[in-house]
């Protein structure tokens, strides 16, 4: 691993959104941005938890529309590059047309594992509005590693730029991130990065079991801000790969954790711990953003949240269901 | 006097087969030709029950098809409706049902607006997902109004065609813009998720209105929407409801589900089912209104 050149990707902005109910305003939001960006950041990426457009019953109301944020955040970013989420079926091309107005120029265009080929419009669209395109596999842990090459190579054929891979649930253990890490990149001619979420206490070593593996590019967020149990800390990792002897460019650790301290802990809703719920997602394999929507329903119902996850990962829900969540909560109500 | 109006269809694969069959079951419409551009699968299909075929697409059922048909479903794509068939159809007086996206004239939720288009040559199905929702938000906002409307539809993965998934714009955008035109909620939104689980799911989908006029009690939303539910089962006997109506302070809530009629395609195609039964449907209608006025031409 020693002098391997790794890129940090910032999603403190986008899936840390989750974490405080999509409520970023745009000072938070510049200030989260400037230090972030000072401290040598190169991918910073802004936009709703669940991508351009998701701002919805659905997912949970934005409270700033999203566009001024990346707005806010493009005006502070002077060396890095600001990034925004689209899922295909959420988001559209004319979402990705004003945020590059706002000042986007690159995006993550997100599907579920095993259907890239919805990517591909988004992707070229990119392409052709000179973004940085990068093909977002999510939920690896629900398709085989033959079955992910497969669609990572679709993404190359689009025109991505890169390929990342999310363990959305925060369901792998290291071994299993190597494997599929190892996979992608020996069959893409682009680089790979890796997306990790905490559920099961695995982000880091996760990560950098990714990077060991050949990821170039890996996804953390300040503080582990983000769905579920959160992401992979951010200022951790910088140190942890420091230690490590990866080159990461100039990040500059002790910037991060300023940041951390003045901007982010001020914001945080709740402690950003693995809880019972949240280790559930990761055991039961479901995606980290339906966690607050489970509490919720719970509540509604008068259920354990744990029950309704187990069902929700038994059924085989994907990223983007969380109208299922209703309705796993109201059948299980039926049934009690 | 004839009891039929001719039909005809464009476009032999899935979706026309599966419309072929409902049209065998249709009491006032006859299925006087499949057209479509090579010999398939789909074209031997149609001609092993008797159906007069071509394989020069819209031309050839011009040229070739019984003078009178009158009908036509168009299941090719939104190019080809642009372009060639809407166009040629309208030249020969032949109403157009429009199953591709290219919407040249206004789109029908027959239980919502059809009465409204009985002049129209060309009306466009909308989506699936449209079929399957919008007829839940006019049922709220014929009662209450409606600021804003929000459906996610969940279809599985093996009944989304390589048509859908390479244009999944085009089904939030046309669905989100029908919820506003044909649903009369203010504002629209539509989302679409693919789900690959095995055996693959029954589709599904939330519908989420905001309600304009608050002081509308509950009581009368819910039963404008279990009524709605009642009327579409006529067209679309496996639509039901999977969580029944509530609301919340402005929210109201409800998610159904579309059992397919296992036509051509599998029952888990609920989202196939209910756009094909929704242009059936209107077919009848406009059938019933030429049979009034004296039958085939």
Known sequence: MKNRRVRLVDTTLRDGSHAVRHSFDTKQVAKI???????????????????????????????????????????????????????????????????????????????HVTEADVSAEHIYAAKELDMMAVGFLMMVHMAPVERIVEEALKMESYGADYINMADSSGYLLPEDVAARIKAVAEAVKIPVGFHAHNNMGMAVANSLAAVEAGATYVDATLRGLGAGSGNTQLEVLAGVLKRAGVDTGDVDFYGLMDVAAEAVDPIMQRPQIIDNGSFMLGYAGVYSSFL???????????LDPRDILVELGRRGMVGGQEDMIIDVAYQLSQKK | MADKIKVGVIGPGNIGSDLMYKIFRSKNLEMAMMAGIVESEGIKRARGFGVPTTIEGVDGLIKDGDKDIRIVFDATSAAAHLKFNGPKLKENGIVAIDLTPAAIGPYCVPLVNLDKLADEQDINMVTCGGQATIPIVHAVSRVAGAEYAEIIACISSKSAGPGTRANMDEFTETTSKAIEVVGGAEKGKAIIVLNPAEPPLMMTNTIHVRVKDKQVPFKKIEKSILVMVEDLKSYVPGYQLRVPPTMEGDKVTTIVQVEGQADFLPAYSGNLDIINSAAVAAAEKIAERMLAEGGNK
Not at chain 1, 292 to 302: E, P, S, T
């Open chain 1, 33 to 111: 941005a400037k230090g972030l960006d000072k401290s040598g950041v190169e991918i910073i990426e802004i936009s709703h938890g669940d991508g351009l457009g998701g701002s919805s019953f659905n997912y949970g109301f934005s409270k700033t529309d999203e566009l001024k944020l990346i707005g806010a955040a493009a005006k502070e970013v002077k060396n890095g590059k600001v990034a925004v989420l689209l899922l295909p079926g959420i988001g559209t091309i004319a979402d990705l047309k004003n945020a590059k107005k706002a000042g986007a120029d690159v995006v993550r265009v997100a599907t």
């Open chain 1, 292 to 302: 607050l929507h489970v509490y919720d329903a719970a509540k509604k119902y008068k």
